[in-house]
């Protein structure tokens, strides 16, 4: 292509490269002599769609691919009852405890019950709290203003406000600190936080879901969890079953 017009091929070219039925019409519309007219302009934006075909075709295998290895996939007792809960809570705005052993897809299925829920057209943010170093994780949470601490050089928005109006993953919520726990109790109470460094009150409409491998309940009796933060987060419990639980579903996986 040279200044905006098809370089003259034979139509031979054509007939390999665009198919039988648009060969005479790209090779009669592509010289420079009609290259100005509405018809050459309607060839070249032709051939370069028919240029994309075979891309997107070798596209689609992958993306299913993608889709199917992020799908809960089984048919066994424990799979189906999972299935089940889900999509009995989905259609709530309950906070969501989802316990299990590493491994079991404890993510996935916080991404199911996103899914199927009302609020499945907005987004769905996701934060490890076990990756986060403690004086980092207020500020992941809830944001910060300018000048809140050394390097914070503007203002930013936390997990909670980019999740307004859709659903918040806490993975591994059991590593969070005591007083990190007391400040998230009061956002899931009320709805209400403070960026790091502000009194300014900010209101977040936001699902919570929480994910760990720990027994919560063992936390609380050692003291490293709240009570009331447990107890507020775990108001539809939901457990993913290991794959010893499984048996059935072992091929299928494999």
């Not at 007939?15 to 060839?43: E, K, V, Y």
């Not at 406000?161 to 109790?185: M, N, P, W």
Request: a positive charge; glycine letters at 6%.
């Amino acid at each position: 292509r040279r200044d905006g017009v098809l370089p003259r091929q034979p139509a031979q070219f054509h007939r390999r490269r665009w198919g039988p039925c648009r060969a005479d019409f790209l090779q009669a519309h592509s010289q420079p002599s009609t290259a100005s007219t509405p018809a050459a302009a309607i060839a070249q934006d032709c051939a370069l769609r028919t240029c994309r075909v075979p891309l997107l075709a070798a596209q689609a295998p992958r993306n299913a691919a993608a889709d199917r290895s992020r799908q809960i996939l089984g048919t066994s007792p424990a799979i189906r009852q999972l299935q089940s809960s889900i999509a009995l809570v989905a259609a709530s705005d309950l906070c969501v405890l989802i316990t299990g052993e590493t491994g079991t897809g404890k993510e996935l299925v916080a991404q199911a019950v996103h899914a199927q829920s009302p609020r499945a057209a907005q987004p769905l943010v996701s934060i490890n709290c076990a990756a986060l170093p403690d004086n980092l994780v207020e500020s992941e949470l809830f944001g910060h203003v300018r000048g809140a601490f050394t390097g914070a050089l503007s203002e930013r928005r936390g997990k909670f406000e980019q999740a307004q109006h859709g659903t918040l993953f806490l993975d591994e919520v059991g590593e969070l600190s005591l007083s990190v726990q007391a400040k998230l109790l009061r956002v899931l109470q009320s709805g209400q936080l403070q960026r790091l460094g502000s009194d300014r009150e900010h209101h977040v409409d936001v699902r919570v879901i929480a994910a760990t491998n720990r027994d919560l309940a063992a936390e609380v009796a050692a003291g490293r969890m709240r009570a009331d933060f447990c107890h507020r987060l775990s108001v539809y419990p939901l457990r993913v079953p290991a794959l010893r639980e499984r048996d059935s579903d072992v091929l299928m996986l494999a």
